[in-house]
């Protein structure tokens, strides 16, 4: 019995060192499977008990079970350190390196048709005025007839109109040449007074460096009962100084001619071509930004307004030039080539959003 003893004790003495030496969680399964499982060395010896003696059974029991409990004991610590030097081995692997550089930051970019359109809303409307809509695709009459443009006028020519097929009903369409059809939407709609501008694309059969055959412009309208020259001149020469930034930017109105207008002005703003270097503010040269008047008394009859009772003014400009004038963009053509590397050089911050204050008080 002393002989087989001392074997229990070099094969409990070899288990606990293949499980401390065991280098996985598969290989201390192995062991565990090998020592106590069904068929395992421990479990073998306990169901050969059956053949000994009483005395003998209960000292060999005891024996038995303590070697067991110490093996188990032993795997089971193996198998806890495995364990969680797995966990943080993965832990390792999966670690983020929070001292790498960002990845490069691919903000968008505001357009800046999109921000002059921003700037000058708010600029107009800190003045009192809404914005209003209308379609690109027009009818001959909103286009032309209503604006005091009848179909022989040379004004139609002047415009390089695109025109469309005539709609279902025969009505003659065309992509409008102005935002000008708008005021008269909004004219037989809306009863006076009326104040709105309208910022929007429109369409001319015109391509070079200055000229593309899709801008912008925007469209103001002032109608009530006492609007003068004089409301029309203060409006628009604070929204030049506004715009541009110069609080004493030189503003001129020159005699012109527009049908749906009389009297008729063009707009000049004060700038200088010295020494090749183009800026806008005082100096020698005038530029023309806008044309501008009140409103023809035809027009307001056509949109049923009696005349004798109302009148106001209107005034149209061009975005692209404004806005190229103001950020000093060279050329007309890239506003619409979508290149990101012009996006990137003359957009916008997207959160940098005009606000009129910074319009009006720069
Ligand atoms: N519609 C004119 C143009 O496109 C501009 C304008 C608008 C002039 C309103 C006077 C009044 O040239």
């Given at each position: 019995?002393?002989?087989?003893?001392?074997?229990?004790?070099?094969?409990?003495?070899?288990?606990?060192?293949?499980?401390?030496?065991?280098?996985?969680?598969?290989?201390?399964?192995?062991?565990?499977?090998?020592?106590?499982?069904?068929?395992?060395?421990?479990?073998?010896?306990?169901?050969?008990?059956?053949?000994?003696?009483?005395?003998?059974?209960?000292?060999?029991?005891q024996l038995l079970n303590k070697i067991k409990t110490e093996v188990t004991a032993?795997?089971?610590?193996?198998?806890?350190?495995?364990?969680?030097?797995?966990?943080?081995?993965?832990?390792?692997?999966?670690?983020?390196?929070?001292?790498l550089p960002v990845?490069?930051?691919?903000?968008?970019?505001?357009?800046?048709?999109?921000?002059?359109?921003?700037?000058?809303?708010?600029?107009?409307?800190?003045m009192g005025f809404s914005v209003a809509e209308g379609p690109h695709i027009e009818t001959d009459y909103y286009n032309f007839t209503a604006l005091n443009i009848p179909p022989?006028?040379?004004?139609?020519?002047?415009?390089?109109?695109?025109?469309?097929?005539?709609?279902?009903?025969?009505?003659p369409r065309v992509l409008r040449t102005h935002t000008s059809p708008v005021q008269i939407r909004t004219m037989e709609k809306t009863a006076p007074p009326i104040k709105i501008i309208v910022p929007g694309r429109t369409f001319r059969s015109d391509h070079d460096a200055t000229h593309s055959p899709m801008f912008h412009q925007v469209e103001g309208l002032v109608i009530d009962k006492k609007s003068h020259m004089g409301h029309l001149k203060g409006c628009l020469i604070d929204f030049c100084r506004a715009f541009f930034g110069v609080d004493d930017l030189p503003v001129r109105f020159r005699?012109?001619?527009?049908?749906?207008?009389?009297?008729?002005?063009?707009?000049?703003?004060?700038?200088?071509?010295?020494?090749?270097?183009f800026r806008i503010g005082k100096g020698d040269d005038w530029l023309e930004i806008l044309?501008?008047?009140?409103?023809?008394?035809?027009?307001?009859?056509?949109?049923?307004?009696?005349?004798?009772?109302?009148?106001?003014?209107?005034?149209?400009?061009?975005?692209?030039?404004?806005?190229?004038?103001?950020?000093?963009?060279?050329?007309?053509r890239p506003f619409y080539d979508s290149d990101i590397r012009w996006l990137k050089h003359y957009g916008f911050v997207p959160l940098d959003i005009p606000t009129v204050s910074k319009g009006i008080n720069q």
């Amino acid at each position: 019995m002393v002989i087989i003893m001392d074997e229990w004790l070099e094969l409990k003495a070899n288990l606990i060192k293949a499980a401390e030496e065991s280098s996985d969680l598969e290989a201390i399964e192995a062991i565990r499977i090998s020592a106590v499982g069904k068929k395992g060395s421990i479990t073998g010896l306990m169901k050969s008990l059956g053949g000994l003696d009483a005395e003998s059974r209960k000292e060999a029991g005891q024996l038995l079970n303590k070697i067991k409990t110490e093996v188990t004991a032993a795997i089971d610590s193996r198998k806890v350190d495995l364990e969680s030097s797995a966990l943080e081995a993965q832990l390792l692997k999966d670690r983020v390196d929070v001292t790498l550089p960002v990845r490069p930051d691919k903000a968008g970019s505001i357009h800046p048709i999109t921000q002059t359109i921003d700037e000058l809303t708010a600029i107009f409307c800190q003045m009192g005025f809404s914005v209003a809509e209308g379609p690109h695709i027009e009818t001959d009459y909103y286009n032309f007839t209503a604006l005091n443009i009848p179909p022989e006028h040379p004004a139609r020519q002047e415009q390089d109109t695109f025109y469309l097929p005539p709609d279902d009903t025969g009505v003659p369409r065309v992509l409008r040449t102005h935002t000008s059809p708008v005021q008269i939407r909004t004219m037989e709609k809306t009863a006076p007074p009326i104040k709105i501008i309208v910022p929007g694309r429109t369409f001319r059969s015109d391509h070079d460096a200055t000229h593309s055959p899709m801008f912008h412009q925007v469209e103001g309208l002032v109608i009530d009962k006492k609007s003068h020259m004089g409301h029309l001149k203060g409006c628009l020469i604070d929204f030049c100084r506004a715009f541009f930034g110069v609080d004493d930017l030189p503003v001129r109105f020159r005699p012109s001619y527009f049908p749906f207008t009389e009297p008729s002005a063009e707009v000049d703003i004060g700038c200088t071509r010295a020494g090749g270097e183009f800026r806008i503010g005082k100096g020698d040269d005038w530029l023309e930004i806008l044309g501008s008047g009140m409103v023809h008394p035809r027009v307001l009859a056509g949109c049923g307004i009696d005349p004798d009772e109302y009148q106001g003014f209107a005034f149209g400009m061009g975005i692209e030039r404004i806005a190229m004038l103001k950020y000093g963009i060279p050329d007309l053509r890239p506003f619409y080539d979508s290149d990101i590397r012009w996006l990137k050089h003359y957009g916008f911050v997207p959160l940098d959003i005009p606000t009129v204050s910074k319009g009006i008080n720069q």
